[in-house]
Protein backbone atom coordinates (compact mmCIF):
# COMPACT_ATOMS: atom_id res chain seq x y z
CA UNK A 1 0.00 0.00 0.00
CA UNK A 2 1.38 3.74 -1.46
CA UNK A 3 1.83 5.81 2.36
CA UNK A 4 1.84 9.59 1.43
CA UNK A 5 1.17 12.51 4.44
CA UNK A 6 -2.52 11.97 6.09
CA UNK A 7 -2.76 15.91 5.72
CA UNK A 8 -3.78 15.45 2.18
CA UNK A 9 -6.61 13.62 3.46
CA UNK A 10 -8.14 16.80 5.43
CA UNK A 11 -7.19 18.59 2.96
CA UNK A 12 -8.71 16.82 0.50
CA UNK A 13 -12.20 16.63 2.49
CA UNK A 14 -12.18 20.38 3.29
CA UNK A 15 -12.82 20.76 -0.39
CA UNK A 16 -16.13 19.06 -1.10
CA UNK A 17 -14.30 16.94 -3.99
CA UNK A 18 -17.60 14.83 -4.70
CA UNK A 19 -18.49 17.32 -7.77
CA UNK A 20 -16.08 15.97 -10.45
CA UNK A 21 -16.83 18.79 -12.69
CA UNK A 22 -15.93 21.67 -10.33
CA UNK A 23 -13.28 20.54 -8.02
CA UNK A 24 -9.42 20.33 -8.85
CA UNK A 25 -6.53 19.45 -7.09
CA UNK A 26 -3.19 20.59 -7.86
CA UNK A 27 -0.13 19.03 -6.87
CA UNK A 28 2.79 21.14 -8.02
CA UNK A 29 6.82 20.88 -7.63
CA UNK A 30 9.99 23.57 -8.78
CA UNK A 31 12.79 24.40 -8.51
CA UNK A 32 14.27 20.19 -7.71
CA UNK A 33 17.78 21.00 -9.47
CA UNK A 34 18.48 17.74 -10.32
CA UNK A 35 17.84 16.53 -6.43
CA UNK A 36 16.77 12.47 -7.56
CA UNK A 37 17.90 11.68 -3.92
CA UNK A 38 16.39 12.74 -0.79
CA UNK A 39 18.84 15.68 0.11
CA UNK A 40 19.62 17.48 3.85
CA UNK A 41 19.38 21.00 4.76
CA UNK A 42 22.30 21.84 3.12
CA UNK A 43 21.41 20.39 -0.18
CA UNK A 44 23.68 17.38 0.11
CA UNK A 45 22.16 14.12 -1.21
CA UNK A 46 21.82 11.81 2.21
CA UNK A 47 24.08 8.73 3.10
CA UNK A 48 22.60 5.48 4.03
CA UNK A 49 20.61 5.81 7.18
CA UNK A 50 21.55 9.95 7.86
CA UNK A 51 18.57 11.49 9.62
CA UNK A 52 16.61 14.56 8.49
CA UNK A 53 16.30 14.09 4.76
CA UNK A 54 13.94 14.95 2.51
CA UNK A 55 12.72 14.57 -1.15
CA UNK A 56 13.70 12.57 -3.62
CA UNK A 57 11.99 11.40 -6.86
CA UNK A 58 10.82 8.44 -5.30
CA UNK A 59 9.41 9.91 -2.71
CA UNK A 60 7.42 12.21 -5.06
CA UNK A 61 6.50 9.86 -7.43
CA UNK A 62 4.59 7.92 -4.37
CA UNK A 63 2.79 11.01 -3.07
CA UNK A 64 1.74 11.73 -6.70
CA UNK A 65 0.31 8.46 -7.40
CA UNK A 66 -1.23 8.12 -4.01
CA UNK A 67 -3.11 11.91 -4.61
CA UNK A 68 -4.06 10.38 -8.21
CA UNK A 69 -5.68 7.41 -6.83
CA UNK A 70 -7.89 9.26 -4.35
CA UNK A 71 -8.73 12.16 -7.02
CA UNK A 72 -9.55 12.00 -10.78
CA UNK A 73 -9.01 15.47 -10.79
CA UNK A 74 -5.85 15.79 -10.30
CA UNK A 75 -3.46 18.07 -12.33
CA UNK A 76 0.32 17.55 -11.88
CA UNK A 77 2.60 20.78 -12.88
CA UNK A 78 6.12 21.66 -12.55
CA UNK A 79 7.57 25.12 -12.79
CA UNK A 80 11.37 24.61 -14.11
CA UNK A 81 14.89 24.22 -13.17
CA UNK A 82 15.07 20.97 -13.07
CA UNK A 83 18.45 21.21 -14.50
CA UNK A 84 22.14 21.80 -12.43
CA UNK A 85 22.51 21.22 -8.39
CA UNK A 86 23.61 17.23 -8.49
CA UNK A 87 26.46 15.16 -9.98
CA UNK A 88 23.71 13.48 -11.82
CA UNK A 89 23.26 16.68 -13.91
CA UNK A 90 26.93 17.57 -13.97
CA UNK A 91 28.41 14.03 -14.62
CA UNK A 92 25.32 13.22 -17.14
CA UNK A 93 23.10 16.44 -18.15
CA UNK A 94 19.65 15.47 -18.68
CA UNK A 95 20.52 11.50 -19.77
CA UNK A 96 19.00 10.91 -16.50
CA UNK A 97 16.72 13.43 -15.52
CA UNK A 98 15.02 12.91 -18.76
CA UNK A 99 13.60 9.57 -18.17
CA UNK A 100 12.36 9.92 -14.33
CA UNK A 101 11.15 13.44 -15.13
CA UNK A 102 8.64 11.26 -18.03
CA UNK A 103 7.98 8.33 -15.67
CA UNK A 104 7.14 11.12 -12.69
CA UNK A 105 3.91 11.51 -15.19
CA UNK A 106 3.70 15.39 -15.12
CA UNK A 107 0.41 17.22 -17.06
CA UNK A 108 2.45 20.08 -18.06
CA UNK A 109 6.16 21.72 -17.22
CA UNK A 110 7.24 25.21 -17.50
CA UNK A 111 11.06 26.59 -18.44
CA UNK A 112 13.39 27.31 -15.53
CA UNK A 113 16.35 29.41 -16.42
CA UNK A 114 18.78 26.82 -15.62
CA UNK A 115 17.51 24.76 -18.31
CA UNK A 116 19.63 26.85 -20.53
CA UNK A 117 22.60 26.06 -18.96
CA UNK A 118 24.06 24.24 -21.42
CA UNK A 119 22.43 25.29 -24.59
CA UNK A 120 20.17 24.84 -26.71
CA UNK A 121 20.60 21.58 -27.50
CA UNK A 122 20.54 20.24 -24.28
CA UNK A 123 17.34 21.43 -23.95
CA UNK A 124 15.82 20.23 -27.13
CA UNK A 125 16.67 16.74 -26.17
CA UNK A 126 15.18 17.07 -22.73
CA UNK A 127 12.28 18.28 -24.58
CA UNK A 128 12.23 15.81 -26.96
CA UNK A 129 12.14 12.74 -24.03
CA UNK A 130 8.81 14.03 -22.24
CA UNK A 131 5.39 13.38 -23.61
CA UNK A 132 4.35 16.27 -21.53
CA UNK A 133 3.46 19.67 -22.98
CA UNK A 134 6.14 21.86 -21.92
CA UNK A 135 4.35 25.88 -21.87
CA UNK A 136 5.82 29.21 -22.08
CA UNK A 137 3.91 32.26 -23.71
CA UNK A 138 7.29 34.66 -23.51
CA UNK A 139 9.91 32.46 -25.22
CA UNK A 140 10.46 31.56 -28.71
CA UNK A 141 13.64 30.01 -30.35
CA UNK A 142 13.97 31.77 -33.93
CA UNK A 143 17.28 29.58 -34.64
CA UNK A 144 15.81 26.00 -33.30
CA UNK A 145 12.71 24.99 -35.16
CA UNK A 146 12.23 21.75 -33.07
CA UNK A 147 11.88 23.00 -29.63
CA UNK A 148 9.04 25.87 -31.19
CA UNK A 149 7.61 22.77 -32.16
CA UNK A 150 7.26 21.62 -28.27
CA UNK A 151 7.17 24.58 -26.31
CA UNK A 152 3.96 26.34 -27.14
CA UNK A 153 2.38 29.53 -25.06
CA UNK A 154 -0.19 27.43 -23.38
CA UNK A 155 -1.98 24.29 -23.27
CA UNK A 156 -6.05 23.17 -22.12
CA UNK A 157 -6.32 20.35 -19.81
CA UNK A 158 -9.94 18.63 -19.60
CA UNK A 159 -10.53 17.09 -16.36
CA UNK A 160 -14.13 15.85 -16.42
CA UNK A 161 -15.82 18.53 -18.03
CA UNK A 162 -13.91 21.18 -16.32
CA UNK A 163 -11.62 22.88 -18.68
CA UNK A 164 -8.25 24.28 -17.45
CA UNK A 165 -6.00 26.69 -19.46
CA UNK A 166 -2.60 26.64 -18.31
CA UNK A 167 -0.08 29.74 -18.79
CA UNK A 168 3.55 29.15 -18.85
CA UNK A 169 6.36 32.01 -18.29
CA UNK A 170 9.65 32.67 -17.33
CA UNK A 171 11.99 35.63 -16.14
CA UNK A 172 13.14 38.16 -18.21
CA UNK A 173 16.20 38.04 -16.17
CA UNK A 174 17.54 34.22 -17.90
CA UNK A 175 18.79 36.43 -20.90
CA UNK A 176 20.63 38.33 -18.54
CA UNK A 177 21.30 34.89 -16.09
CA UNK A 178 22.56 32.73 -18.79
CA UNK A 179 24.96 33.02 -21.54
CA UNK A 180 23.66 30.51 -23.41
CA UNK A 181 20.02 31.61 -23.40
CA UNK A 182 21.13 34.19 -25.86
CA UNK A 183 19.35 32.75 -28.84
CA UNK A 184 16.23 32.52 -27.15
CA UNK A 185 14.00 35.36 -27.78
CA UNK A 186 12.53 36.41 -24.17
CA UNK A 187 9.53 38.99 -23.81
CA UNK A 188 7.79 40.64 -20.76
CA UNK A 189 5.88 38.31 -19.09
CA UNK A 190 3.08 40.45 -17.88
CA UNK A 191 2.12 41.30 -22.09
CA UNK A 192 2.20 37.58 -23.23
CA UNK A 193 0.48 35.83 -20.38
CA UNK A 194 -1.97 38.66 -20.65
CA UNK A 195 -2.90 37.83 -24.44
CA UNK A 196 -2.91 34.17 -23.85
CA UNK A 197 -5.25 34.61 -20.77
CA UNK A 198 -7.57 36.59 -23.08
CA UNK A 199 -7.22 33.86 -25.86
CA UNK A 200 -8.61 31.54 -23.87
CA UNK A 201 -10.74 33.38 -22.28
CA UNK A 202 -12.09 33.78 -25.84
CA UNK A 203 -12.33 30.29 -26.54
CA UNK A 204 -14.89 29.81 -23.28
CA UNK A 205 -11.64 28.66 -20.92
CA UNK A 206 -12.99 29.75 -17.45
CA UNK A 207 -10.12 28.12 -14.96
CA UNK A 208 -7.01 29.86 -15.85
CA UNK A 209 -3.61 28.79 -14.18
CA UNK A 210 -0.40 30.45 -14.92
CA UNK A 211 2.88 27.99 -14.53
CA UNK A 212 6.01 30.61 -14.09
CA UNK A 213 9.55 30.81 -13.33
CA UNK A 214 9.75 34.72 -12.57
CA UNK A 215 9.58 34.64 -8.52
CA UNK A 216 7.48 35.70 -5.85
CA UNK A 217 7.32 38.82 -6.33
CA UNK A 218 6.86 38.75 -9.66
CA UNK A 219 3.85 36.45 -9.29
CA UNK A 220 2.49 39.17 -6.92
CA UNK A 221 2.77 41.40 -9.51
CA UNK A 222 1.00 38.96 -12.29
CA UNK A 223 -1.87 38.31 -10.20
CA UNK A 224 -2.90 41.74 -10.28
CA UNK A 225 -2.04 42.71 -13.76
CA UNK A 226 -3.83 39.59 -14.83
CA UNK A 227 -6.93 39.02 -12.31
CA UNK A 228 -8.29 36.18 -15.03
CA UNK A 229 -5.76 33.96 -13.74
CA UNK A 230 -7.19 31.81 -10.35
CA UNK A 231 -4.03 30.39 -9.70
CA UNK A 232 -0.12 30.95 -9.99
CA UNK A 233 2.24 28.13 -9.41
CA UNK A 234 5.33 29.62 -9.02
CA UNK A 235 9.21 29.23 -8.90
CA UNK A 236 12.71 30.66 -9.65
CA UNK A 237 13.31 32.24 -5.87
CA UNK A 238 13.39 28.98 -4.10
CA UNK A 239 10.39 30.35 -1.62
CA UNK A 240 8.48 28.08 0.42
CA UNK A 241 5.00 28.65 1.91
CA UNK A 242 3.96 27.15 4.35
CA UNK A 243 0.87 27.40 7.06
CA UNK A 244 3.01 24.68 9.31
CA UNK A 245 4.72 27.34 12.40
CA UNK A 246 7.53 24.53 12.47
CA UNK A 247 8.62 25.26 9.08
CA UNK A 248 11.09 28.43 10.38
CA UNK A 249 11.49 29.34 6.86
CA UNK A 250 9.30 29.96 5.08
CA UNK A 251 7.84 33.07 3.20
CA UNK A 252 4.96 33.31 4.28
CA UNK A 253 1.32 30.88 4.57
CA UNK A 254 0.19 28.59 1.43
CA UNK A 255 -1.48 29.95 -0.44
CA UNK A 256 -1.39 33.32 -0.94
CA UNK A 257 -4.80 35.21 -1.77
CA UNK A 258 -4.56 38.20 -4.20
CA UNK A 259 -8.28 39.90 -4.05
CA UNK A 260 -9.60 41.98 -7.19
CA UNK A 261 -12.05 44.66 -6.91
CA UNK A 262 -14.25 42.13 -9.30
CA UNK A 263 -14.55 40.11 -6.25
CA UNK A 264 -12.53 37.62 -7.50
CA UNK A 265 -8.97 36.28 -6.35
CA UNK A 266 -5.69 34.90 -7.81
CA UNK A 267 -3.83 32.29 -5.30
CA UNK A 268 0.01 32.38 -5.54
CA UNK A 269 1.77 28.85 -4.66
CA UNK A 270 4.94 27.58 -4.79
CA UNK A 271 6.76 24.47 -2.62
CA UNK A 272 10.62 25.97 -2.35
CA UNK A 273 13.53 23.33 -3.70
CA UNK A 274 15.12 20.01 -3.96
CA UNK A 275 11.96 18.56 -3.56
CA UNK A 276 11.75 18.73 -0.17
CA UNK A 277 8.20 19.82 -0.51
CA UNK A 278 5.39 18.96 -3.06
CA UNK A 279 2.64 21.58 -2.87
CA UNK A 280 -1.00 20.18 -2.51
CA UNK A 281 -4.11 22.73 -3.37
CA UNK A 282 -7.54 21.99 -3.68
CA UNK A 283 -10.15 23.89 -5.15
CA UNK A 284 -13.69 24.02 -6.25
CA UNK A 285 -15.00 26.37 -9.10
CA UNK A 286 -18.53 28.25 -9.59
CA UNK A 287 -19.90 28.10 -13.34
CA UNK A 288 -18.38 30.98 -14.15
CA UNK A 289 -15.26 29.52 -13.29
CA UNK A 290 -14.22 31.28 -10.21
CA UNK A 291 -12.70 29.67 -6.63
CA UNK A 292 -15.38 29.36 -4.37
CA UNK A 293 -13.34 27.22 -1.68
CA UNK A 294 -9.77 26.10 -1.36
CA UNK A 295 -7.77 24.56 1.18
CA UNK A 296 -4.03 23.48 0.98
CA UNK A 297 -0.48 23.35 1.77
CA UNK A 298 3.25 22.54 1.80
CA UNK A 299 4.04 18.91 2.81
CA UNK A 300 7.84 18.07 3.91
CA UNK A 301 8.53 14.85 1.89
CA UNK A 302 10.50 13.28 5.16
CA UNK A 303 11.05 9.47 6.31
CA UNK A 304 7.59 8.82 6.81
CA UNK A 305 6.89 8.76 2.89
CA UNK A 306 7.30 5.13 1.31
CA UNK A 307 9.30 5.89 -1.71
CA UNK A 308 8.03 4.23 -5.19
CA UNK A 309 9.69 1.27 -5.87
CA UNK A 310 9.89 1.56 -9.40
CA UNK A 311 11.66 4.86 -9.09
CA UNK A 312 13.99 3.98 -6.44
CA UNK A 313 15.57 1.37 -8.74
CA UNK A 314 15.65 3.27 -11.46
CA UNK A 315 17.33 5.70 -9.41
CA UNK A 316 20.14 2.96 -7.95
CA UNK A 317 20.59 2.27 -11.67
CA UNK A 318 21.75 5.80 -12.74
CA UNK A 319 23.91 5.80 -9.26
CA UNK A 320 25.19 3.28 -10.49
CA UNK A 321 27.02 4.60 -13.29
CA UNK A 322 28.52 7.40 -11.61
CA UNK A 323 29.61 5.75 -8.17
CA UNK A 324 33.05 5.06 -8.49
CA UNK A 325 33.25 9.07 -10.18
CA UNK A 326 31.35 10.58 -7.03
CA UNK A 327 33.17 8.71 -4.09
CA UNK A 328 36.47 9.62 -4.98
CA UNK A 329 37.46 10.66 -1.76
CA UNK A 330 39.69 14.05 -1.48
CA UNK A 331 40.11 15.24 2.03
CA UNK A 332 38.87 14.71 5.65
CA UNK A 333 37.32 18.20 7.39
CA UNK A 334 36.38 18.51 11.10
CA UNK A 335 33.73 20.62 10.68
CA UNK A 336 30.81 21.91 8.29
CA UNK A 337 30.95 24.82 5.93
CA UNK A 338 28.01 26.05 5.79
CA UNK A 339 25.66 28.35 3.70
CA UNK A 340 23.98 31.25 5.29
CA UNK A 341 20.34 32.75 5.23
CA UNK A 342 19.07 29.86 7.17
CA UNK A 343 21.26 27.24 5.11
CA UNK A 344 19.77 28.03 1.57
CA UNK A 345 21.64 30.83 0.06
CA UNK A 346 25.05 32.56 -0.17
CA UNK A 347 24.44 35.70 -0.76
CA UNK A 348 26.05 37.76 2.30
CA UNK A 349 28.72 36.53 4.42
CA UNK A 350 29.24 32.39 3.95
CA UNK A 351 31.29 30.37 5.43
CA UNK A 352 31.07 28.05 1.89
CA UNK A 353 31.78 31.27 -0.08
CA UNK A 354 34.82 31.90 1.66
CA UNK A 355 36.03 28.30 1.17
CA UNK A 356 35.37 27.97 -2.16
CA UNK A 357 37.25 30.82 -3.33
CA UNK A 358 40.03 30.53 -0.77
CA UNK A 359 40.87 27.20 -2.60
CA UNK A 360 40.55 29.00 -6.19
CA UNK A 361 42.85 31.91 -4.91
CA UNK A 362 45.31 28.82 -3.84
CA UNK A 363 45.08 26.92 -7.17
CA UNK A 364 45.73 30.55 -9.11
CA UNK A 365 48.48 32.12 -7.52
CA UNK A 366 48.83 34.41 -10.39
CA UNK A 367 45.36 35.99 -9.46
CA UNK A 368 44.70 39.01 -6.44
CA UNK A 369 41.67 38.05 -5.95
CA UNK A 370 39.15 35.08 -6.79
CA UNK A 371 35.98 36.02 -7.19
CA UNK A 372 32.19 33.66 -7.44
CA UNK A 373 28.68 34.41 -7.58
CA UNK A 374 26.63 33.02 -4.94
CA UNK A 375 23.79 31.88 -7.76
CA UNK A 376 27.02 29.05 -8.56
CA UNK A 377 27.00 28.00 -4.71
CA UNK A 378 24.66 25.37 -4.12
CA UNK A 379 25.29 23.64 -0.94
CA UNK A 380 27.43 23.42 2.61
CA UNK A 381 29.62 20.54 2.65
CA UNK A 382 29.33 18.31 6.23
CA UNK A 383 32.21 17.25 8.24
CA UNK A 384 33.87 13.79 7.31
CA UNK A 385 35.31 12.52 4.36
CA UNK A 386 34.74 15.15 1.44
CA UNK A 387 34.62 13.25 -2.04
CA UNK A 388 34.36 14.46 -5.60
CA UNK A 389 30.43 14.62 -5.00
CA UNK A 390 30.37 17.40 -2.32
CA UNK A 391 32.21 19.77 -4.74
CA UNK A 392 29.95 18.95 -7.07
CA UNK A 393 26.97 19.50 -4.96
CA UNK A 394 28.74 22.34 -3.90
CA UNK A 395 29.41 24.51 -7.19
CA UNK A 396 28.09 22.39 -9.61
CA UNK A 397 28.30 24.13 -13.11
CA UNK A 398 30.73 23.53 -15.76
CA UNK A 399 32.06 27.04 -16.00
CA UNK A 400 36.10 27.14 -16.55
CA UNK A 401 38.45 29.58 -14.67
CA UNK A 402 39.52 32.89 -16.03
CA UNK A 403 41.77 35.19 -15.08
CA UNK A 404 40.99 38.82 -16.00
CA UNK A 405 42.59 42.45 -15.39
CA UNK A 406 40.94 44.95 -13.52
CA UNK A 407 41.58 48.44 -11.83
CA UNK A 408 40.75 49.07 -8.00
CA UNK A 409 37.98 51.33 -9.54
CA UNK A 410 36.77 48.52 -11.49
CA UNK A 411 36.70 46.02 -8.98
CA UNK A 412 34.96 48.32 -7.25
CA UNK A 413 32.35 48.83 -9.57
CA UNK A 414 32.28 45.19 -10.46
CA UNK A 415 31.39 44.09 -6.99
CA UNK A 416 28.84 47.02 -6.64
CA UNK A 417 26.83 45.13 -10.10
CA UNK A 418 26.78 42.18 -7.32
CA UNK A 419 25.03 44.06 -5.07
CA UNK A 420 22.17 45.85 -7.62
CA UNK A 421 19.17 43.33 -7.02
CA UNK A 422 20.24 42.38 -3.41
CA UNK A 423 17.82 41.53 -0.91
CA UNK A 424 18.83 40.69 2.48
CA UNK A 425 17.38 37.15 3.92
CA UNK A 426 16.49 36.69 0.02
CA UNK A 427 18.81 34.55 -2.97
CA UNK A 428 20.78 37.33 -4.95
CA UNK A 429 22.99 35.17 -7.63
CA UNK A 430 25.16 37.77 -8.35
CA UNK A 431 26.34 38.42 -5.45
CA UNK A 432 30.04 37.94 -5.49
CA UNK A 433 31.84 35.93 -2.91
CA UNK A 434 35.50 36.62 -2.75
CA UNK A 435 39.32 35.59 -1.26
CA UNK A 436 42.52 37.71 -1.14
CA UNK A 437 40.37 40.87 -0.38
CA UNK A 438 37.60 41.48 1.74
CA UNK A 439 34.29 44.46 1.54
CA UNK A 440 31.69 45.98 3.73
CA UNK A 441 29.03 46.93 1.87
CA UNK A 442 25.42 48.82 2.70
CA UNK A 443 22.24 46.83 2.64
CA UNK A 444 20.16 49.92 2.61
CA UNK A 445 22.40 52.08 -0.31
CA UNK A 446 23.44 48.94 -1.80
CA UNK A 447 27.26 50.38 -2.03
CA UNK A 448 30.69 49.32 -0.87
CA UNK A 449 31.99 51.13 2.25
CA UNK A 450 34.87 49.42 2.37
CA UNK A 451 37.12 47.57 0.32
CA UNK A 452 40.79 46.20 0.68
CA UNK A 453 43.19 43.57 -1.11
CA UNK A 454 45.41 41.40 0.74
CA UNK A 455 44.91 43.73 3.43
CA UNK A 456 45.72 46.65 2.43
CA UNK A 457 43.06 49.90 1.09
CA UNK A 458 42.38 49.42 -2.56
CA UNK A 459 43.82 51.38 -5.25
CA UNK A 460 41.61 52.93 -7.77
CA UNK A 461 44.44 53.65 -10.01
CA UNK A 462 46.07 50.33 -10.27
CA UNK A 463 45.68 47.05 -11.87
CA UNK A 464 44.47 43.70 -10.14
CA UNK A 465 44.31 40.32 -11.72
CA UNK A 466 40.97 38.80 -10.56
CA UNK A 467 40.06 34.99 -11.34
CA UNK A 468 36.22 34.90 -12.06
CA UNK A 469 34.11 31.65 -13.70
CA UNK A 470 34.25 31.50 -17.40
CA UNK A 471 29.95 32.52 -16.89
CA UNK A 472 30.83 36.14 -15.67
CA UNK A 473 33.44 36.90 -18.47
CA UNK A 474 31.18 36.02 -20.73
CA UNK A 475 28.21 38.45 -19.75
CA UNK A 476 25.97 36.32 -17.06
CA UNK A 477 24.19 37.26 -13.92
CA UNK A 478 24.45 40.98 -16.14
CA UNK A 479 27.84 41.76 -15.48
CA UNK A 480 29.91 43.51 -18.46
CA UNK A 481 31.76 40.89 -20.61
CA UNK A 482 35.45 40.92 -20.21
CA UNK A 483 38.70 40.01 -21.83
CA UNK A 484 40.22 37.28 -20.97
CA UNK A 485 44.27 37.57 -20.43
CA UNK A 486 44.18 33.87 -19.30
CA UNK A 487 42.09 30.49 -19.38
CA UNK A 488 42.36 27.12 -17.32
CA UNK A 489 42.51 24.03 -19.30
CA UNK A 490 40.34 22.96 -15.82
CA UNK A 491 36.90 24.09 -14.81
CA UNK A 492 36.22 26.27 -11.40
CA UNK A 493 35.24 22.78 -9.15
CA UNK A 494 38.15 20.93 -10.59
CA UNK A 495 40.76 24.00 -9.61
CA UNK A 496 38.83 23.55 -6.11
CA UNK A 497 39.80 20.00 -6.47
CA UNK A 498 43.10 20.49 -6.92
CA UNK A 499 43.80 22.93 -4.52
CA UNK A 500 42.19 20.66 -1.85
CA UNK A 501 44.33 17.78 -2.83
CA UNK A 502 47.34 19.73 -2.63
CA UNK A 503 46.32 21.73 0.33
CA UNK A 504 47.96 20.77 3.77
CA UNK A 505 45.68 23.22 5.89
CA UNK A 506 42.13 23.34 3.60
CA UNK A 507 40.27 24.56 6.52
CA UNK A 508 40.23 28.07 7.66
CA UNK A 509 38.29 29.85 10.18
CA UNK A 510 35.60 31.41 9.21
CA UNK A 511 36.81 35.14 8.23
CA UNK A 512 33.39 37.43 7.70
CA UNK A 513 35.03 38.90 4.91
CA UNK A 514 32.04 40.38 3.88
CA UNK A 515 30.82 42.32 6.38
CA UNK A 516 27.15 44.50 5.91
CA UNK A 517 26.63 47.49 7.51
CA UNK A 518 24.15 50.60 7.76
Not at 197 to 206: E, N, P, V, W, Y
Amino acid sequence: MRVFPLIFLSLFALTGCDNPTTSLTIVHTNDVHAHLLPSDLKLQDCEAGQANCYGGFARIKSVIDGIRESSENTIVLDAGDRFSGTVFYTLNKSQDITPLTQQMGYDVLTLGNHEFDDGLEELDQFAQGISAPIVSANVSFPTYPTLNKRIVPSVILNKNGLKIGVIGALSEETKVESAKAKDADITAVIPAVQKEAQALTKQGIKVLIALTHIGIEEDKKLALAVPQLDVIVGAHTHTLLSNDTNETTAYGPYPIEISHETGDKTLIITSGIAGHHLGILNTTFDKKGRITTYAGDTVRLDDTVVPDEMMTQKIALAQKGIDKIINEPIINITQDIHLTNHGRFCSESCYVGEFLTHMLKQFATDADIALLNAGGIRAGMPSGQIAFKHIAWAYPFDSTGVLVKMTGQELKEYLTLGLKKYVPDDRTNAFLQIAGGAYDFSSDTKTITNLTVAGNPIDNQKEYTVLIPSFLAEGGDGFPVKAVLKTYDLTIRDMIISAMKQSQKPIQSFENRIKKVK
